[in-house]
């Protein structure tokens, strides 16, 4: 019995400090000078922006969402006309989800090591291709 509670303790804890970390991401996320601004609108048209890193492979442009809480990435798959600021230089963009070998090559290039994934309570990563309008 000691040891159901001792690992319940243990997992309530990585849980915890799963949840700290993807608050103080949130926070200081946006704060970031380099990346990409993408700004999605939801379904009542609101806008919302959100500091991301953003990966080129083959000349095209992508986004990942490597967190639990994925806002923005859900309002751009409801929505995927996007505006982004890159480089600074602001544009329309469609957010693409994308699958099969383009996400497999994206997903080897922008592979987190086990420490972000450990910070991040290993959630799956989602991957957008931005394509210029």
Partial sequence: MEIIQIS???VLVYVGFVALMEALIGFFQPQM???VMLTTTDAKGRTSGQRLAGARLEGKLYIASNHWLRGWYNRALANP???V???????AYEAVPIEGGERDRIADAYR?????RF???F?????L?????
Avoid: H, N, T, Y
């Fill in 8 to 10: 319940l303790i243990v």
């Fill in 33 to 35: 000078d380099e990346g």
């Fill in 81 to 83: 006309d996007v505006l």
């Fill in 85 to 91: 600021d890159v480089d600074g230089v602001r544009g």
């Fill in 112 to 116: 987190m090591g086990f420490i972000l």
């Fill in 119 to 121: 910070i991040c309570g």
């Fill in 123 to 127: 959630a799956p990563s989602k991957f």
């Fill in 129 to 133: 291709r931005l394509d210029p309008r």
